[in-house]
């Protein structure tokens, strides 16, 4: 996910509407790049916060505290995944929400702004797993990842036999099938490989039988950095999927919004698969 500027981030969306539908520019996609531009503001003056790598407590607080929280469920870790050119400061909503309903056992990870390929990512996100289940004494994660975050994930679940230790991935805006946003970002390696037909999305798209994640992604109608839209959807044989399309919001509020936290919350509860229903997630 790019922090750098507000205008590229959403010079697709009006490049799509122009000329001929400039004029008819919705109330909701105004609100929505207010609301982007607000809320990267906002990241820029919490980037900082994130760069110090998180640190465990030794056990969870105890009761009485005095913090509100419902009572805590047993469940997996919630590991925390975030996008391109970012850091974990970008889930401290996400994060206090979660808490705030009993998932006690909440981590966000790093990982270096110099990456330059998903697949050494992935091992990497791996290797942290594995030392969050030591830790922790649970067998598997569940793994919420923005952007770039979610594709890192899905890649160590699919490919690298993750599954075993990824109950439910969530992924919030990730382009699973490549997008073609911003071609002059091409220089960077990484994003090369979030391109359509890359050998990244190309690996993803071979057969993965028997891989026990189950995958829900939420895609946005008004993200300006999936080209096309739908590349946030995952459709695999193979997979177990879901796809939440949410209306009325961009690419930096996925992970902020309230209405998708609660959705992701539902997300990461869901107990049986087969339970679930398919629908769209309206938050303007």
Request: glycine share 8%.
């Amino acid at each position: 996910m790019k922090v750098t500027g507000v205008l590229p981030l959403f010079f697709p969306s009006c490049r799509r509407l122009w000329p001929d539908r400039l004029a008819g520019l919705s109330g909701t996609l105004l609100r929505a790049t207010a609301l982007e531009a607000a809320i990267l503001a906002g990241h820029l003056l919490l980037y900082p916060t994130g760069l110090i790598r998180e640190r465990h407590p030794a056990a969870l607080p105890a009761p009485g505290d005095g913090t509100a929280r419902l009572p805590v469920r047993p469940a997996p870790p919630v590991v925390l995944l975030h996008g391109f050119i970012d850091n974990r400061s970008v889930f401290v909503l996400l994060r206090r929400a979660l808490a705030q309903h009993g998932r006690q056992r909440v981590e966000s990870l790093n990982y270096s702004p110099l990456t330059c390929d998903i697949r050494t990512a992935a091992e990497l996100l791996g290797r942290h797993i594995e030392e969050i289940c030591a830790r922790t004494g649970s067998a598997r994660v569940d793994i919420v990842g923005h952007s770039l975050g979610g594709l890192i994930a899905r890649y160590y679940a699919q490919c690298l036999g993750g599954d075993q230790r990824v109950r439910t991935l969530v992924t919030l805006g990730t382009p699973h099938s490549g997008t073609r946003v911003a071609p002059l970002a091409d220089a960077h390696p990484i994003v090369r490989q979030m391109r359509p037909g890359s050998a990244v999305i190309e690996e993803l798209a071979r057969p993965a039988p028997g891989c026990r994640t189950r995958f829900v992604s939420f895609w946005s109608d008004l993200d300006s950095l999936m080209d096309p839209l739908e590349t946030a959807c995952l459709e695999h044989p193979d997979l177990d999927t879901l796809n939440i399309r949410v209306s009325g919001i961009g690419h930096l509020a996925l992970p902020v919004h309230p209405a998708v936290a609660a959705a992701i919350r539902e997300a990461l509860d869901a107990p049986h698969p087969g339970d679930r229903t398919t629908g769209g997630l309206t938050v303007a």
